[in-house]
């Protein structure tokens, strides 16, 4: 099977998480059956669309690693291939100029309010030369030999719209941009477009796009609309569910290929399988192992499968993903070096996103400014501990050996237990009580800042005394 699919986002704002579930659906469903996957850039309506955008979505792409095979197209670039469809409709009497103004249309609906009839246009251009100057849009003229518009989609079954539901509906603006549901006709056709895969929000235009498709004598492509994301509150997943732009979820500090695995089982399910690597995704998505059902999304699910991806991922490369925040975390840049890929593996088991990480790993690249004042109370009564560390540690060669040592020759001497040593020897590493073990920081940092660290809090201790 030939399987050609597409996403057209509009760039009058920024990539939406429900858009990139949509474009994951595509590119999987083409993939799946070795097909083309083309990315389309809706950007005909000229006041809302923003080239800023347009970029942010195309980086967004990057960023998760969803290749295309064809586009970046953009439609504001497109114009002259529209324009010979509309004269050609105009020609063939299948759509008309529309001379009427707003105020016209805007007291036309509200008398129709009154009466209780659905606003629909009333036809009063429909009748060609009515007027030859001025401003006009361009309406298709729904044909009166059809009753009906049937299609079938691949999610919902058979669909069928009374022709009366619908009037002639606006294909080109004033400004001789075409709308929506003709630019994407005409680009699917032309792009040889097998299959739609989109949200079931688009259920409304499908009846009219399938019009337009007869009436410029192209083949119509099959359909698959997907149920939407909602929120935990089940309404249609907005702002106040949380953050609804891909971007954000980037800067937060989640991974692409863990953003993707979530978003894919919005709807998708393969036995009980929770995570899948995209290999595993092309190998087994197709459209009837999509639900018919809305999926709620859950902020928590979304960063358990981040801290999943985290702690399966190979040190050195997390600790080339980590570098850029802790890089902005410290207001200088942080090499991806040795140091920093063993301090990532201290921290990878607990992070559940790369901004979590980078704030557990600052301190062995700044030491602590200030110290935890509960854990100085409880576990920092003097510095007469600290002393004794410093003084046995001196000359020892730095080992996990010799620093056990050191250790348990502390614990004797002053008759305590391990973590009565370890949590002041904490507290001066990092200036907190919970962090990665102490003989794995101990070794990151070395001698000379450990030993360092622990004489600032002696130190600190004597001074409050």
Same mark, same amino acid.
């Given at each position: 099977?030939?399987?050609?699919?597409?996403?057209?986002?509009?760039?009058?704002?920024?990539?939406?998480?429900?858009?990139?579930?949509?474009?994951?659906?595509?590119?999987?469903?083409?993939? &799946? &059956?070795?097909?083309?996957?083309?990315? $389309?850039? @809706?950007?005909?309506?000229?006041?809302?669309?923003?080239?800023?955008?347009?970029?942010?979505?195309?980086?967004?792409?990057?960023?998760?690693?969803?290749?295309?095979?064809?586009?970046?197209?953009?439609?504001?670039?497109?114009?002259?291939?529209?324009?010979?469809?509309?004269?050609?409709?105009?020609?063939?009497?299948?759509?008309?100029?529309?001379?009427?103004?707003?105020?016209?249309?805007?007291?036309?609906? @509200?008398?129709?309010?009154?009466?209780?009839?659905?606003? &629909?246009?009333?036809?009063?251009?429909?009748?060609?030369?009515?007027?030859?100057?001025?401003?006009?849009?361009? $309406?298709?003229?729904?044909?009166?030999?059809?009753?009906?518009?049937?299609?079938?989609?691949?999610? %919902?079954?058979?669909?069928?719209?009374?022709?009366? @539901?619908?009037?002639?509906?606006?294909?080109?603006?004033?400004?001789?941009?075409?709308?929506?549901?003709?630019?994407?006709?005409?680009?699917?056709?032309?792009?040889?477009?097998? #299959?739609?895969?989109?949200?079931?929000? &688009?259920?409304?235009?499908?009846?009219?796009?399938?019009?337009?498709?007869?009436?410029?004598?192209?083949?119509?492509?099959?359909?698959?609309? *997907?149920?939407?994301?909602?929120?935990?509150?089940?309404?249609?997943?907005?702002? $106040? %569910?949380?953050?609804?732009?891909?971007?954000?979820?980037?800067?937060?500090?989640? +991974?692409?290929?863990? +953003?993707?695995?979530?978003?894919?089982?919005?709807?998708?399910?393969?036995?009980?399988?929770?995570?899948?690597?995209?290999?595993?995704?092309?190998?087994?998505? #197709?459209?009837?192992?999509?639900?018919?059902?809305?999926?709620?999304?859950?902020?928590?699910?979304?960063?358990?499968?981040?801290?999943?991806?985290?702690?399966?991922?190979?040190?050195?490369? +997390?600790?080339?993903?980590?570098?850029?925040?802790?890089?902005?975390?410290?207001?200088?840049?942080?090499?991806? #070096?040795?140091?920093?890929?063993?301090?990532?593996?201290?921290?990878?088991?607990?992070? !559940?996103?790369?901004?979590?990480?980078?704030?557990?790993?600052?301190?062995?690249?700044?030491?602590?400014?200030?110290?935890?004042?509960?854990?100085?109370?409880?576990?920092?009564?003097?510095?007469?501990?600290? !002393?004794?560390?410093?003084?046995?540690?001196?000359?020892?060669?730095?080992?996990?050996?010799?620093?056990?040592? *050191?250790?348990?020759?502390?614990?004797? !001497?002053?008759?305590? !237990?391990?973590?009565? *040593?370890?949590?002041?020897?904490?507290?001066?590493?990092?200036?907190?009580?919970?962090?990665?073990?102490?003989?794995?920081?101990?070794?990151?940092?070395?001698?000379?800042?450990?030993?360092?660290?622990?004489?600032?809090?002696?130190?600190?201790?004597?001074?409050?005394?």
């Amino acid at each position: 099977m030939s399987v050609v699919t597409r996403f057209p986002p509009s760039p009058t704002g920024f990539l939406h998480i429900g858009g990139l579930r949509t474009a994951l659906f595509n590119y999987l469903y083409a993939r &799946h &059956h070795d097909g083309k996957f083309i990315l $389309r850039i @809706e950007d005909t309506d000229s006041e809302r669309s923003e080239k800023r955008f347009s970029e942010l979505i195309i980086k967004a792409f990057e960023w998760v690693g969803l290749d295309f095979d064809e586009g970046p197209y953009f439609q504001s670039q497109r114009g002259e291939i529209y324009a010979k469809y509309i004269d050609k409709l105009i020609k063939e009497g299948k759509a008309y100029r529309c001379y009427c103004s707003r105020e016209r249309l805007s007291k036309l609906k @509200e008398s129709q309010i009154s009466k209780g009839i659905k606003p &629909h246009y009333d036809g009063f251009c429909r009748e060609q030369n009515r007027k030859t100057s001025g401003d006009y849009t361009v $309406r298709f003229k729904l044909p009166d030999s059809v009753g009906k518009v049937e299609f079938y989609d691949m999610i %919902h079954g058979k669909i069928s719209v009374a022709l009366s @539901e619908l009037d002639d509906f606006i294909i080109v603006r004033s400004n001789r941009m075409p709308m929506y549901n003709l630019a994407c006709v005409i680009d699917d056709a032309l792009m040889g477009v097998t #299959d739609i895969i989109r949200g079931d929000d &688009h259920l409304s235009n499908t009846p009219k796009q399938i019009l337009l498709y007869k009436a410029l004598g192209f083949d119509i492509p099959r359909y698959a609309h *997907v149920p939407m994301i909602l929120g935990e509150d089940k309404k249609r997943f907005s702002k $106040r %569910h949380g953050a609804t732009s891909v971007s954000v979820y980037k800067d937060e500090g989640y +991974l692409p290929d863990a +953003l993707l695995n979530y978003l894919v089982r919005l709807g998708f399910s393969y036995k009980d399988q929770e995570i899948f690597s995209l290999d595993e995704l092309i190998r087994y998505f #197709d459209i009837d192992r999509l639900g018919k059902s809305a999926s709620v999304f859950n902020p928590s699910k979304l960063l358990w499968i981040n801290s999943v991806y985290i702690k399966n991922r190979e040190p050195s490369k +997390l600790a080339e993903e980590i570098a850029p925040f802790l890089s902005e975390l410290l207001k200088r840049e942080i090499d991806v #070096d040795e140091k920093l890929t063993e301090a990532v593996k201290t921290v990878q088991q607990r992070a !559940k996103t790369l901004k979590e990480a980078a704030g557990q790993l600052k301190f062995y690249f700044e030491a602590p400014s200030d110290y935890d004042e509960k854990g100085i109370k409880k576990y920092c009564k003097d510095s007469g501990l600290l !002393k004794e560390l410093l003084r046995l540690a001196e000359d020892i060669k730095w080992s996990e050996s010799e620093l056990k040592r *050191v250790i348990e020759e502390t614990m004797d !001497k002053f008759q305590i !237990k391990m973590i009565k *040593v370890a949590q002041p020897i904490r507290i001066a590493l990092t200036g907190k009580t919970v962090s990665p073990g102490i003989y794995e920081m101990m070794l990151i940092l070395g001698k000379s800042e450990s030993l360092k660290r622990i004489e600032n809090l002696s130190r600190f201790l004597d001074e409050r005394a």
